[in-house]
C-alpha cells in the first residue's frame, strides 16, 4: 500500500515552454503533499508544501509563480513549471503524507520526473 | 536552521558491513529515517526510528541512534551488490514532523 506515482516520468520541452506533472496517491488520502528538486548528486531540497484545498506553501527562493502548484483533490497534486529555462531541468519528486491510514508522518516518495528544458 | 550531514561516499566489498553515518542538528526531531535511491528512480523508505529508541533492527539493516550526539546510522550487514545507491538519512521536524530535512545522501558502492 501506499503507493505514490508522478507522470510523466521524463519529459523534455522547449525554453519558454510550460510543463506539468502530476503527482498522484494511488491508494490514500494524502492530505500533505510535497515537491522537491534535485539537481545531479545532490540531494533533495523542499520546494513547497501543500494541503489539500489551500494554497501551496513555498520554500524560500522557490518563485511561486514560475512553480505554480495545485492541490485541488485528496489523491492528485500538479506542479507547472512555467516558462520553462534549461536551468529548470532537474529531478523533480513529490511525496505525499495522510492521516488515517498511516500510523507515523511518514512520507511516501514518487518515482519522480526528469525535466530538461533545450 | 536545520542541517543533516553524511559522508558523501562509502565503498565495501560484497559480504562485509557497510556502516553510513549522519549527524543532525535539530534536537526535537521526531522521526529519523533512511532512504535508498537507485539511479534515476525515487526514494525508498528503507526503515525509520523513533527519537525515543536507541537501536532498531530489520533483518540485515541494524539503526543506531545517539541522540545526546545527534549522531544516527545505519548498518548493512552481509552487503550485496543489489545494495550500490545512495543512501539519504532525513529528520523529520515541524509541529507535527510533517516536514522532512534531508542529509546530502552517501554513495555506497559495493565491490565485488
Known amino acids: 500500500g501506499a503507493v505514490v506515482s508522478q507522470h510523466p516520468s521524463w519529459v523534455i520541452c522547449k525554453s519558454g515552454t510550460s510543463v506539468k506533472i502530476e503527482c498522484r496517491s494511488l491508494d490514500f488520502q494524502a492530505t500533505t503533499m510535497f515537491w522537491y528538486r534535485q539537481f545531479p548528486k545532490q540531494s533533495l531540497m523542499l520546494m513547497a508544501t501543500s494541503n489539500e484545498g489551500s494554497k501551496a506553501t513555498y520554500e524560500q527562493g522557490v518563485e511561486k509563480d514560475k512553480f505554480l502548484i495545485n492541490h485541488a483533490s485528496l489523491t492528485l497534486s500538479t506542479l507547472t513549471v512555467t516558462s520553462a529555462h534549461p536551468e529548470d531541468s532537474s529531478f523533480y519528486i513529490c511525496?505525499?503524507?495522510?492521516?488515517?491510514?498511516?500510523?507515523?508522518?511518514?512520507?511516501?516518495f514518487g518515482p519522480g520526473t526528469r525535466l530538461t528544458v533545450l | 536552521g536545520e542541517d543533516v550531514e553524511q559522508s558523501l561516499f562509502l565503498s565495501v566489498r560484497e559480504g562485509d558491513s557497510s556502516v553510513i553515518n549522519c549527524t543532525y542538528t535539530?534536537?526535537?526531531?521526531?522521526?529519523l529515517y533512511w532512504y535508498k535511491q537507485e539511479p534515476g528512480a525515487g526514494l525508498q523508505l528503507l526503515t525509520y526510528i523513533f527519537s525515543n529508541m536507541d537501536m532498531k533492527q530489520d533483518q540485515r539493516l541494524t539503526v543506531l541512534l545517539n541522540k545526546k550526539d545527534k549522531h544516527l546510522s545505519l548498518r548493512i550487514a552481509d552487503t550485496q551488490t543489489g545494495d550500490s545507491a545512495i543512501y539519504f538519512c532525513a529528520e523529520s521536524i515541524g509541529n507535527y514532523g510533517q516536514n522532512f530535512v534531508f542529509g546530502p545522501g552517501t554513495r555506497l558502492s559495493v565491490l565485488p
Open positions: 511525496s505525499a503524507s495522510g492521516r488515517g491510514y498511516l500510523t507515523y508522518n511518514e512520507q511516501f
Open positions: 535539530d534536537s526535537s526531531s521526531t522521526y
